[in-house]
């Protein structure tokens, strides 16, 4: 029966899913001149509230030099909220302000090689960090109400943007092998969204993502 931590060698494969929770956005915005230029206005930290993410990875642990590993790495990440404001003065109908809903939802796939080290395989005990290169495919979704009390009846538009931008993330955490070859996984991911897409002066909104899950080795 093998126990934990017995392989002095790194494996040949190590395959890992797990999935978490987005925590947050760092410092980034969202402009809304990419749905309609009457919604022109600056809307801070959106990204931030519900959001989940799913990974998963094939990696070659240590086939690189100086110990490092290569693998193909995938992330699914999830993004939904609200923003209410109102427009900027001088955007008004008979006097009266133009409140603007927004609801919106981002669905971000990323494909990606990483590179990654770890503290080795003689426990069962194993820390690990790298970096991922790769391409994000970007879905945004959004709803736009606007309400005045001159308009009476709300007007809204639904738009739908697409695009596929290169990314990157920094990933690290924790793995604990339950045998020869089952381990359970902690780690944390921080990964770009390209803001092209979201007319944010084309800077990456940069997402912070936790995951549980384990993976098998051989």
């Known amino acids: 029966m093998p126990t934990p931590g017995n392989r002095t060698v790194a494996p040949r494969i190590l395959?890992?899913?797990?999935?978490?929770?987005?925590?947050?956005?760092?410092?980034?915005?969202?402009?809304?001149?990419?749905?309609?230029?009457?919604?022109?206005?600056?809307?801070?930290?959106?990204?931030?509230?519900?959001?989940?993410?799913?990974?998963?990875?094939?990696?070659?642990?240590?086939?690189?030099?100086?110990?490092?590993?290569?693998?193909?790495?995938?992330?699914?990440?999830?993004?939904?909220?609200?923003?209410?404001?109102?427009?900027?003065?001088?955007?008004?109908?008979l006097n009266d302000p133009i409140r603007s809903d927004i609801g919106f939802r981002v669905r971000s796939h990323a494909l990606s090689v990483a590179v990654s080290a770890d503290s080795g395989w003689q426990s069962a005990h194993q820390v690990h960090?790298?970096?991922?290169?790769?391409?994000?495919?970007?879905?945004?979704?959004?709803?736009?109400?606007l309400s005045s009390p001159a308009i009476g009846n709300d007007a809204v538009s639904r738009d739908r943007i697409t695009d596929i931008a290169p990314s990157w993330h920094l990933f690290g955490g924790y793995r604990y092998f339950l045998s020869d070859h089952l381990h359970l996984s902690l780690s944390t991911r921080v990964s770009s969204v390209p803001g092209d897409l979201y007319g944010a002066d084309g800077r990456s909104a940069l997402l912070v993502s936790v995951l549980a899950g384990g993976g098998f080795r051989f």
């Not at 960090?129 to 109400?145: F, H, M």
């Open 129 to 145: 960090a790298g970096v991922g290169i790769g391409v994000n495919w970007n879905i945004l979704e959004v709803t736009t109400r």
């Open 15 to 93: 395959m890992e899913a797990s999935g978490g929770l987005l925590l947050a956005s760092i410092d980034e915005a969202f402009t809304a001149e990419a749905l309609d230029a009457t919604t022109n206005i600056r809307l801070n930290s959106i990204f931030g509230g519900r959001g989940t993410s799913l990974a998963a990875s094939l990696a070659f642990p240590e086939i690189l030099p100086w110990g490092l590993g290569i693998g193909i790495d995938y992330q699914f990440q999830h993004i939904a909220g609200d923003v209410t404001a109102d427009l900027p003065n001088g955007i008004q109908i």
